[in-house]
């Protein structure tokens, strides 16, 4: 297989790729016979020395921290990537007999018996995948203010008194004067560094600004709705890319998981709760602006009817489910809203139901 003497298009190649090291199994397409096994270490270096050289290989790699940079590398290198799905593919990682050899091994079998199988993910390019990054660490940092934030009101609960109310922002501004005199030593430290992560918080937020209206100005077709602000906007745009790959614009919803799952066999068909496939991050900014928009400070818009339509009609988790049916239907409309380029009616509906009935009349 290193002479360049194969007929590297009859090739199957699987990778378990790991922190360290990755394994890899080569396969003849046809007979299905076992031509390499081995491992290699997981760096740049090491992936273009072992697979640059060849051309025209069909190489399956389970999704994981590395599969983006080495999935783009074998792309470069001329090879056709799939990358698998871990949430379809049970048969790798749902057995209790489970090593990386083994791993490499079905992930060759599977892209060589029918790559479908594998139900293969397409990463993100490297640039939004960089731009995602500040929205991923503003999130942490978020997190990380949470907690320290929850972990300063538990202490002084413990201690018979409270902290007044006051939104994260000013935390550290307002509750300082309200520490115990016994805690203070103890939670001034904590203070300020909920005031040090306030103001990282706040660059984030600038960064990201400046990035949606420099670099991605389709922001502002999603931002046109109300409750649909920059870091929505951005993240929406960033994670699905190229809006171009969804053939239908409610097809976004269950790209997201935002979709119920099913469970059909024979006369049974139960309907599940959503598969929460897709990016976590964007369903929860999602269902975060579902509530503004739900809220009683919201215009008035399709999307608010839709969501008290199902609301109304009682029974139990009525509003969860509105919720989620408008969350859903939500990146529905900001799909169409950026191939469309459209001017957002939030009563277009509304309105031709209203036409049609006059029609009618």
Not at 87 to 103: F, N, W
Request: glycine share 10%; net charge positive; hydrophobic share 35%.
């Amino acid at each position: 297989m290193g002479d360049g003497s194969t007929e590297h298009s009859r090739i199957t190649v699987g990778l378990d790729l790991g922190d360290k090291y990755s394994h890899i199994c080569a396969l003849d397409t046809d007979s299905g016979e076992l031509l390499e096994e081995g491992r290699l270490r997981t760096t740049p270096e090491a992936f273009g020395r072992r697979f640059g050289y060849e051309r025209g290989l069909r190489v399956a790699v389970e999704v994981g921290t590395h599969s983006p940079w080495v999935s783009r590398l074998l792309e470069d290198c001329g090879h056709e990537v799939l990358v698998a799905n871990p949430r379809r593919t049970r048969l790798i990682y749902g057995e209790g007999r489970k090593t990386d050899k083994l791993d490499a091994q079905k992930l060759a079998r599977l892209a060589r018996a029918d790559p479908e199988l594998l139900y293969p993910i397409e990463h993100r390019g490297e640039g939004s995948q960089a731009n995602l990054s500040l929205i991923h660490s503003r999130e942490a940092l978020v997190r990380s203010r949470s907690q320290l934030i929850s972990h300063a009101r538990g202490t002084v609960k413990s201690f018979g008194s409270r902290l007044p109310g006051c939104s994260a922002p000013s935390f550290h501004k307002k509750v300082r004067e309200h520490l115990p005199s016994e805690l203070a030593e103890g939670l001034g430290p904590i203070v300020d560094t909920i005031a040090s992560l306030t103001e990282k918080i706040g660059d984030y937020d600038r960064r990201i600004e400046r990035l949606a209206t420099e670099r991605y100005p389709e922001t502002e077709l999603l931002r046109q709705i109300q409750g649909i602000g920059t870091l929505t906007a951005l993240t929406f745009v960033l994670t699905l890319e190229d809006p171009k790959r969804f053939a239908k614009s409610r097809d976004v919803g269950a790209y997201l998981g935002l979709v119920p799952g099913r469970d059909q066999s024979g006369d049974k068909d139960v309907q599940r709760g959503i598969t929460c496939a897709g990016d976590k991050m964007l369903r929860a900014l999602l269902v975060s602006s579902t509530h503004y928009i739900l809220g009683p400070f919201s215009q008035d818009s399709d999307l608010k009817r839709h969501g008290q339509k199902i609301a109304s009609r009682g029974g139990k988790n009525a509003k969860k489910r509105a919720v989620v049916a408008v969350a859903r239907k939500l990146s529905v409309v900001l799909h169409h809203l950026w191939v469309s380029g459209e001017v957002y009616e939030p009563l277009h509906n509304a309105r031709c139901m209203e036409a049609i009935g006059e029609e009618i009349a």
